[in-house]
């Protein structure tokens, strides 16, 4: 008897227990909130939301942070990292259940179309015009244009570089080596001499280093064809032409010409074997010692920033001229999601980050004296005996935050880079179409049949290891069987409709 | 009094009514062991079931989900419209009948094997190695594969059909080979694994059956004919029967991972899930993932419905209801 | 008692068998404590040229927060198993009497979840804005891996099969009550059973590194594998294509392989000592009957 009351107390216990568990931290958790909201009612916190890896400092930082932004605003800050890996499934979640937050990077190759369409991120004009002053001043006119959807901007861009050119880029001991002459590189074809020649006298280097998401037939290609329409980049504007008109990339023949020179490169050997199924980035095998060049975006300050990936010392060639393309203008913004309970706040603070340069260097490198330290006026180094993998404040993406040009620069950075890149912008040639967003919800059905598509046969074309003149027509029919036709009418419909009214 | 049909059929469900009310007495306690259970279930598992109404909506953030607009059934048109909707069904179809098949298979044969290696030591050693592949992650995997299969660097390529004179294969290219290599794959990570139920289950039979059996003279070879395998069908039946369930779901990391997510093989690597994670990469819509996983659960509901029908007629007492 | 010879090709099958669990492993032994230098020029080997343990120096350089997700984790599998283990044979016992009233509806009731669920979304805003467990150690152990109606069906399979309805009969005429039978009679018949759901239990809360994901956001009270993986699903994310250059340049400081392999020797460590406990009780030798009709 007292041992069946004694199981009966127990499994009761159990579920009183799971209940309890269930509940208990709801109570935890609100009395948390209950203190925070406390603090609330003096000073409300902003919480910032980007992707990448968490600081070991964030703490101490978000605390300097936020004491010196309290005095200007009156509003503390919080700068939450999310990993990559699961930067879009946690927004997901978050957009899904309200929970609060009150900055949010985004790009147009992170799903900022859909963001608009679905109402995950506000229009900002207004707040712009009444907090964003500095931004304003910052920005030039035609760039926050380029963040418009059906003419509202609902991010502001980051303020850096804005066009890109496309080459190659090369190890300066081996162009140096067999005297490679780079003034008479004009097209990408010129560089099949110089391949040849690394083929034949450096055995175990690859000349050209390629993986079916970066090779000239994806990048260089850019600087002729225009991605306009979805995120498989099938819908393109010719650059050269003068009218709006979108074709289909792969009927171009600019598209054939490349990928058979790919493929005659794959051929001869000067493309790396492994080429569709590695997923490493070009630089590495190059950082091995195994490979000689590879397709590069160029923008001022690149042959530095590849030395530092690569460890040794690069040169490029240009093959296209700069461009400034909707793309490049949206690479990077901050907007302001439905989620937030203080707009305002939020862009006063992205306003902060174009304006003050205490603000804008903590949130890109950390702290002054643990995780960098002044050389001289603008220019930081790190500390004695920290290097870029032990450092604290980890997160290395001055790209994404406000007004780049007021950022701190590194010793291996030309001293005048801020300088060289208002020049490299405002030389740019324009897109026509800068400034427009293709919007892909009506067609969202053929976005997913295309994407499947273009992973299927977009490695081997662009890598060179299939014959084009056999894969491209196949690969034109799975398109058309996919909706192409239906996607580059719809693209074209809200291009002609937007350039109605950007004239 | 007389009674007509009727009124006897409705004493008849009266009386049932009654010793049913009987028996729920009777096994009160029963029920509240069950209660804790029963709670979590349906906090964990029937509460989000209402939020399939997703895989309906076009989700619009400043409606809310609740406000956002019905859209019937719009957001399951990409899985059929599609020119790669055969090629997605046969493929999981197919892969996972052959890895119910094969996996049953292997999995009750090494459980049946290990039963009869002498000695305890031994018998542990060779069971706990077999687990060993399931703690590797996909990723893991696929680059133990790639080291073996690298068109250039690979084992098999250097030192397999080089020296036998055999021309090196690109094999993250050739489709033909893929089916095997996934099966294989698949088999070696989860055999060790998936053997644990059948193990434990052959710990539970009484030995004084095998004893029995064999003073009337039946061989090892005839007693786990017609003593163990029949005592481990009631398993059998209810892990096949739950892998019918989730026919149309797949490993995500065999699939997408091993093959290096090369696009060559995708006409035989390409499942319902990769193409969903492939189409939806770009595009934020909640609603058309909701649908996609609504319609592997109802084609899985179905076909459990109908092999429980099937096995009700064959063995009644294994069915699941 | 029988004395047997294992036949001799069990062994060959059973070496063949080992030899392709333990040479992968082996292989990323050798490669997480190779050079990676080596590793890049010379691909993957048993053998390699130059040995290092810059990959364990670079996973072990955050040793705070590898002992606290090792500690979390410990916590959440045993505490978790342990609930689990009770809720779940408590849920499947009942169903294994063939008198119980509705026992086919509950048993399709537990079968449903198998088959359908609501998805992601709404599992998230359950535990999120019904319950609240964001960032507590609670989301770690109560969300879908506490019960599984797969391992409450497998029990009930169990006690079907192998529970004698005479034995309980017999109790019950003796004037033991349910909870006493199933406690006295029923759970010391059934120790293969519950060490197999132990297990799987054990084995599904250690590997688990979606719930860290999903609900710890300030909290670093996450599980070894998310901390682990972290790394990982941002490498394959980074690499998968349509990244902006100035993103993929954030692949440059990631792990590279060597450290990747110690990633996942670091992750299966432990439970591969655990793993032993739970074996001696479903390997039996020849046993002595337990039960007598």
Redesign the interface.
Known sequence: MMKKRKILALILAMSLVLSLSLTGCQSVSNSSNSSKNSNSSETKKLVVLFPGSTPKDLTEVNTALSNYVKDKINATVELRPIDWGNYKDKLNLMFASGEEFDVLWTASWQNYGDEVSSGKIIPLDSLVDQYGQGIKTVLDPAVVKGGEVNGKVYAVTTNKEFASAKGITMRKELVDKYKFDLTKIKTLADMTPILETIKKNEAGVTPLQVQKNDSPLTSIIGGELESVGESSGLEVLRRADKNTTVLNEIATPEYMNYAKLMHQWYQAGYINQDATTISDNNNVAVKNGKAFAYDISLKPGIESQEAKNTGTTMVTVQLTEPYQATGDTMSSMLAIPKNSKNPELAMKFINLMFTDKYVLNTVDFGLEGKDYVKKSEGIIDYPSGVTATTVPYNINSSWMFGNQMISYLWPDQPADLWKQYNEFNSKAEKSKALGFTFDPTKVSNEVTALSNVTAQYSPGIVTGAEDPEVQIPKYLDALKAAGIDKTIKEVQSQLDAWSKTNK | MKYSRGDSKKMHNISKWKS?RK??KR?R?????????????L??????????I??FKN???????LGSDWVGFKNF??LF????AFIITRNTLLYNTAFIIINLILAVA?AV??N?????R????????????????A???A??V??LL????GFVNKFILAPLGLKPISW??EQKYWPFILIFVNA?KNV?YSS??Y???I??????IYEAA?IDGAT?WQQIWSITLP?LK??MI?ITM?AI??IFYSDFGLFY?VP?????L??VT?VIDT??Y?????????G???AA??YQ?AV??IL?LSSNLIVRKISPDDA?? | MMKKKTPWFLHIVFLISTFFAIFPLLLVIMISFTDEKTVQVNGYSLFPQKLSLYSYQYLFSDLDQIVRSYLVTIFVTIVGTLIGLIITSALAYPLSRPNLPFRKGFTFFVFFTLLFNGGLVPWYITYTNVVDLRNSIFALIVPNLLLSGFNVLIMRTFFISSIPQSLIEAAYLDGAGELRIFSQIVVPLSKPVIATIGLFSTLAYWNDWYNSMVFLTTSNNFSIQFYLNRVLMSIQYLTQGNINQNASNALNVLPEQTVRMAMAIIGVGPIIFAYPFFQKYFIKGLTIGAIKG
């Open positions: 049913t028996q729920i096994y306690m029963l029920y509240l062991l069950m209660f804790p259970g029963v709670i979590y279930l906090i964990n598992n029937y509460l989000p079931m209402l939020g399939t997703i895989a989700i619009n953030y400043s409606k809310g989900i048109e990409y419209t599609t020119s790669d090494a094997m290990l009869e290696i002498v000695g305890q031994l018998r542990k050693i060779y069971q706990s190695t077999m687990l060993l592949p399931f703690f590797l992650s990723v893991i995997v680059y133990l790639y080291s690298n068109p250039q660097y993250y290219m070696w060790g644990i139920i193990i434990s289950a710990a539970g039979i009484d030995s004084d064999t090892r005592m009631p398993t209810i739950l369930g989730r991972q290096m997510n090369s696009g060559a995708l006409p390409n193409y969903v492939r189409g939806l990469m770009n595009l934020g819509n909640i058309m993932s909701s996983g609504l659960s899985g509901f459990v699941l209801f």
